[in-house]
């Protein structure tokens, strides 16, 4: 488990003064291990001791899910919750402890994968007032991620009993680069010159809709740089045709550097709410002691090996 030394013990600890877990801006796992419940010790004034609630604090730099998910022993008996600190009265985050979004099966464990699985809610209303028919939760304000600031977790006891627990967090961060993987280079078509007998300019932003190949031998398109195509408006790209968008240099028509640039529009990456085993691993062993295994009961979760 991670190793946090600090003078203060849980029984000390309230939502006032939790145990930091450090600021994080990538992916970062965290395996917490204690012990709830009563305990008969001697006290200043008396007997008593030991504590029902745990607490976290977890800071994170830019939007993400944070990703809770009980262990052994008994996890029926523990229950985890997630506070807002960055509103006032503090306001509690569920957990999707049950979710209507699927997608697919998981290539770890062939169960349906529910993406959202043990994720704090973005929101606590369940209204579908942002809807976006892209997204693979048609957005719904509670499958967006966190934003930036501090989260609090608190890990509680539902017995008059000692318990230990194990509970695993995930800080997983929304996916800001693509990366394209082609088995045979060679089937990248990539454009090197510009004929501007057989090319349509299309010019942006596009206001109206644009059908590439519209007209008898010219079959390609091209805009520079950059290409806005606003909204409710389509640009058909028609089969045997391409669009390219990039720079052009000198007056020859010859293109610029060799460079792809692939860009999507805001909020669309959120939709893919991957996690990849290898890369989770990745992050354990970068994160801690040689010695620390990686807990099992991450496995689970991912949905890609």
């Known amino acids: 488990m991670s190793r946090v030394s600090n003078q203060i013990n849980q029984r000390q600890r309230s939502k006032e003064n939790p145990l930091v877990l450090g600021t994080f801006g990538e992916l970062t796992l965290r395996y ?5 419940g009563p305990k008969n010790q001697v006290e200043v004034n008396g007997y008593g001791g030991g504590t029902y609630n745990n ?25 985890t919750s997630v506070y807002d600190l960055n509103h006032n009265p503090v306001n509690g985050l569920p957990i999707f402890q049950a979710d209507s979004v699927a997608d697919g099966r ?28 892209i997204r693979l939760d048609r957005g719904d304000d509670r499958y967006y991620p966190l934003q930036a600031g501090s989260y609090l977790l608190c890990v509680s006891s539902t017995r008059n009993e000692r318990i230990d627990y194990s509970v695993g967090v995930v800080v997983e961060f929304v996916q800001t680069e693509l990366y394209l993987a082609l088995e045979d280079f060679s089937l990248f078509l990539q454009e090197t010159t510009i004929d501007p007998v057989t090319t349509v300019t299309v010019e942006s932003p596009v206001t109206a809709d644009v059908s590439i190949s519209s007209e008898p031998g010219r079959p390609n398109g091209f805009t520079q740089t950059e290409c806005v195509i606003n909204s409710g408006v389509t640009v058909t790209i028609l089969s045997g045709s391409e669009w390219l968008i990039g720079d052009e240099t000198g007056s020859g028509g010859d293109l610029a550097n060799d460079y792809f640039l692939i860009e999507f529009g805001e909020g669309y990456l959120e939709t893919n709410h991957d996690h990849t085993l290898s890369e989770w691993r990745d992050a354990w062993i970068a994160q801690h002691h040689p010695d620390d295994r990686f807990p099992d009961l991450f496995i689970p979760l991912t949905n890609r090996p």
Request: net charge positive.
């Open 106 to 133: 998981s290539l770890t464990t062939g169960d349906v994968y529910f993406p959202y699985l043990n994720t704090a809610m973005s929101r606590q209303s369940d209204l579908y007032n942002t809807y976006d028919r």
């Open 55 to 79: 607490w976290f604090q977890i800071n994170i730099t830019k939007p993400a899910w944070i990703i809770v998910t009980k262990g052994g022993p008994r996890p029926n008996y523990i229950q």
């Open 32 to 36: 917490l291990t204690g012990t709830l």
